[in-house]
Nanobody, 120 residues
Framework: QVQLVESGGGLVQPGGSLRLSCAAS????????MGWYRQGPGQQRELVAR???????NYGDTVKGRFTVSRNNAKNTMYLQMNSRNPEDTAVYYC??????????????WGQGTDVTVST
């Protein structure tokens, strides 16, 4: 129902900062929540972060204190600010958004993923 497109990934150095973006094709102000999962090579998918409304967030233990998730409803975009990156953050990052459709059902939309490789 809604198109989500991630961007901002690539090959990056350890440390420093990197921002991932998840742009939606329609207004996200009505989304119940948005967030990020990631899947490293040979690893299971894990929750990275989620945002329910501005300032109301939740993080996985592996990224607490290093990553920040936010949503800009005016721009229909969610962000993942990645600070103090390390090689363990190498993964494909997927964004999602939960919305209620015409049948009052919660539907989760997924982006196609963006690759993040942390290496010297």
């Amino acid at each position: 129902q809604v198109q989500l497109v991630e961007s901002g990934g690539g090959l990056v150095q350890p440390g420093g900062s990197l921002r991932l973006s998840c742009a939606a094709s329609e207004m996200i102000i009505s989304f119940l929540e948005m967030g990020w999962y990631r899947q490293g090579p040979g690893q299971q998918r894990e929750l990275v972060a989620r945002v329910f409304s501005p300032g109301v967030t939740n993080y996985g233990d592996t990224v607490k204190g290093r990553f920040t998730v936010s949503r800009n409803n005016a721009k229909n975009t969610m962000y993942l600010q990645m600070n103090s990156r390390n090689p363990e953050d190498t993964a494909v990052y997927y964004c999602y958004g939960d919305e209620i459709n015409a049948g009052s059902q919660i539907f989760r939309s997924w982006g196609q993923g963006t690759d993040v490789t942390v290496s010297t």
